[in-house]
């Protein structure tokens, strides 16, 4: 696994992201779409297509979940990008990293999160493609290898769409 810990990988990442020119740009239906589709295959409380830039999450879409994005510090999605492909927290209350999470502890009380990473074209981690739920899940390998379906069409919109030179 890349060092994703160093400063100078997170600072290429960040690099990379920026390049890509997507923060702050408007909801896109394809992905959207995608984001909707996967919602209901899980019958989850939100999808998200999540970005982790500097300092915050942000979100390219979304469906379930409103309001602002959350800080880095406190995303489940920070914690997705430093794995190999994927995040599965079945229950995230008795999880250590994120039982005293604002986000499990409040609004939206996460309690079960999946989310499977994104890359650029030169490999970085960006983001996720991930499910969310108000209750404890377990999660199959057939679902995740269906996230992963769902978070390579959204990777393939994300890196055709948008410009990634570095």
Same mark, same amino acid.
């Given at each position: 696994?890349?060092?994703?810990?160093?400063?100078?990988?997170?600072?290429?990442?960040?690099?990379?992201?920026?390049?890509?020119?997507?923060?702050?740009?408007?909801q896109?239906?394809?992905?959207? !779409?995608?984001?909707?589709? /996967?919602?209901?295959?899980?019958?989850?409380?939100?999808?998200?297509?999540?970005?982790?830039?500097?300092?915050?999450?942000?979100?390219?879409?979304?469906?379930?979940i409103?309001?602002?994005?959350?800080?880095?510090?406190?995303?489940?999605?920070?914690?997705?990008?430093?794995?190999?492909?994927?995040?599965?927290?079945?229950?995230?209350?008795?999880?250590?990293?994120?039982?005293?999470?604002?986000?499990?502890?409040?609004?939206?009380?996460?309690? !079960?999160?999946?989310?499977?990473?994104?890359?650029?074209?030169q490999?970085?981690?960006?983001?996720?493609?991930?499910?969310?739920?108000?209750?404890?899940?377990?999660?199959?390998?057939?679902?995740?290898?269906?996230?992963?379906?769902?978070? /390579? /069409?959204?990777?393939?919109?994300?890196?055709?769409?948008?410009?990634? !030179?570095?």
């Amino acid at each position: 696994m890349t060092n994703v810990h160093s400063l100078e990988y997170e600072q290429a990442r960040i690099r990379a992201l920026k390049n890509m020119n997507i923060l702050d740009t408007e909801q896109d239906q394809e992905l959207d !779409a995608i984001t909707l589709e /996967a919602q209901h295959y899980f019958n989850s409380k939100a999808c998200l297509i999540s970005l982790i830039a500097e300092d915050r999450q942000w979100f390219k879409s979304r469906q379930g979940i409103e309001g602002p994005e959350p800080p880095k510090s406190v995303s489940f999605c920070t914690y997705a990008i430093a794995e190999e492909e994927y995040l599965v927290v079945p229950d995230a209350t008795l999880d250590e990293r994120f039982c005293n999470n604002p986000l499990v502890t409040g609004p939206p009380f996460i309690r !079960a999160y999946a989310g499977s990473i994104l890359h650029t074209g030169q490999g970085y981690e960006v983001g996720t493609f991930c499910i969310i739920f108000d209750q404890p899940r377990e999660f199959t390998k057939e679902d995740i290898a269906v996230l992963q379906r769902f978070g /390579a /069409a959204a990777e393939k919109l994300l890196f055709n769409g948008y410009h990634t !030179a570095l």
